[in-house]
């Protein structure tokens, strides 16, 4: 699988999170109140990946989850359910994690990721079902399928959500369709219209990169207030100037962004 070369970032991100996730639950779960812990990776590739920045084999999300879990003792069940659209990466990511990591317990999907949240079911005590859904396209989401994504959450609130996607492409996608005199909001939500859309209260967001041209925006949004920032990742609350800034980088166009700061000096 061909990568950017920021991808051991966002794996070095999405690590981050996903243990921060997993502790704050991990803290409610002490209370005795969750019936489970459902880890639903949407696009969860074959499960390494060769970085470009040293030629060699990294971990991919699913492998990532797989030790983060291994790693540690939950007072209540996990389950895994990884999908991918593409056979040859769910067959090579199962060989990966039974024999490799020796990861048994898992379900594999290999279908479009929103017949996967469509059909998926976790039971019926919605209030005990925590867990994450992870996004992590090579793209931006259309508004439909966006509303796949939010009528999941919708039916679990106690889910939360990663999403990782080049703020760039999605730009042109807005820009070219504006030019045109075409409604855009039919096909595509900008940054923040999709944080509205998606109907989680609390939002995170990932610092920009330095020189990251496609603008990978990491974005982690939960009804729960964790705690604070996660500093050392990078990793910061929308509440903050910091988290406000950078919210504002990836939604805006460098035109927009140039007519803010005149706007500022008038
Ligand atoms: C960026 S990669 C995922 C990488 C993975 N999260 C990791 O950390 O290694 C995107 C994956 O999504 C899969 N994919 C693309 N479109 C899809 C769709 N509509 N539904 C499900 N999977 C899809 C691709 O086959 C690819 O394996």
């Known amino acids: 699988m061909k990568v950017s070369p920021i991808t051991d970032t966002k794996q070095e991100t999405f690590e981050a999170c996903l243990r921060w996730h997993l502790s704050v639950v991990k803290a409610i779960g002490s209370r005795g109140i969750i019936g489970s812990y459902n880890y639903l990776d949407c696009f969860c590739g074959e499960g390494h990946y060769i970085s470009p920045n040293d030629n060699k084999e990294h971990e991919g999300s699913p492998v990532i989850f797989s030790k983060a879990v291994m790693a540690d003792y939950f007072p209540f069940p996990i389950n895994p359910y990884f999908n991918d659209k593409k056979q040859e990466h769910i067959t090579q990511l199962e060989t990966r994690l ?10 594999l999907f ?3 990721f929103q017949d996967f949240l469509n059909s998926v079911h976790l039971g019926r005590d919605k209030k005990a079902i ?4 992870y996004l992590d ?21 106690r889910i939360d959500v990663m999403l ?3 703020a760039t492409s999605l730009k042109r996608c807005i820009g070219a369709r504006e030019k045109s005199g075409y409604n855009y909001s039919d096909e595509y939500l900008s940054i923040d219209a999709t944080l509205d859309y998606l109907g989680k209260k ?4 990932r610092l920009p990169i330095q020189g990251d041209k496609s603008q990978w925006c990491f974005l982690l949004g939960s009804n729960y207030e964790f705690n604070g920032a996660y500093r050392k990742f990078n990793i910061t609350s ?4 910091k988290g406000r800034e ?3 980088h990836f939604a805006l166009t460098n035109e927009q962004k140039q007519n803010k700061l005149q706007r500022s000096f008038l």
């Open 98 to 107: 039974r024999f490799d990591v020796d990861f048994q317990e898992f379900e």
């Open 110 to 112: 290999n279908m479009d």
């Open 130 to 133: 925590y867990g994450l859904v």
């Open 137 to 157: 396209p090579y793209k931006q989401l259309t508004l439909d399928e966006l509303a796949t994504v939010r009528s999941f959450l919708s039916r679990y609130s």
């Open 164 to 166: 990782n996607f080049p």
């Open 202 to 205: 609390h939002w995170w967001i």
């Open 238 to 241: 929308l509440k903050t100037e």
């Open 246 to 248: 950078a919210l504002e």
